[in-house]
Nanobody, 128 residues
C-alpha cells in the first residue's frame, strides 16, 4: 500500500477533524499529493493538494477555503488534512492521491486524471 489514509470518523457539525495520509514506495517521489472526496451518489471531487517534493505550496477547492488546511511532515512521510468548521455536506470518503513518479508540474494540478496513485480512503461523517 503506497498511500494509507486514516483518521476518519463521525463528528458533529462545527467540529474539527484531522486525517492523515502516510506515503510509501513510489509516492515518496510524487511531485504532488492531493486530497479528494466522494460523497454517496456523487462524483469524486478535488479538495486540495500540496507540493510534496518542493516545499509545500498548497491549493484548495473554493468550498473548503478557510476551513481546511493541508500540511506535510517529511520526517514522517505524511500529509495531513485539517478540517475545521465541518458541515454535514462534508460527509464523504476522503482519498489521498499522488502524481506519477518522474512527472513534474509548473502549477500543481487539481484535476483527477493527474493522480495515478490512490489510497483506500477514510470515511468522514458529519452529523447535524
Amino acid at each position: 500500500v503506497q498511500l494509507q489514509a486514516s483518521g476518519g470518523g463521525e463528528v458533529q457539525s462545527g467540529d474539527s477533524l484531522k486525517i492523515s495520509c502516510v506515503l510509501s514506495g513510489r509516492t515518496l517521489r510524487s511531485h504532488v499529493i492531493a486530497w479528494f472526496r466522494q460523497a454517496p451518489g456523487k462524483e469524486r471531487e478535488f479538495v486540495g493538494n500540496i507540493d510534496w517534493m518542493y516545499g509545500g505550496v498548497t491549493s484548495y477547492a473554493d468550498f473548503v477555503k478557510g476551513r481546511f488546511t493541508i500540511s506535510r511532515d517529511g520526517s514522517k512521510n505524511t500529509v495531513y488534512l485539517q478540517m475545521n468548521s465541518l458541515k454535514p455536506e462534508d460527509t464523504a470518503v476522503y482519498y489521498c492521491a499522488g502524481t506519477e513518479e518522474g512527472i513534474y508540474y509548473i502549477r500543481i494540478p487539481e484535476y483527477l486524471s493527474a493522480y495515478t496513485i490512490w489510497g483506500q480512503g477514510t470515511l468522514v461523517t458529519v452529523s447535524s
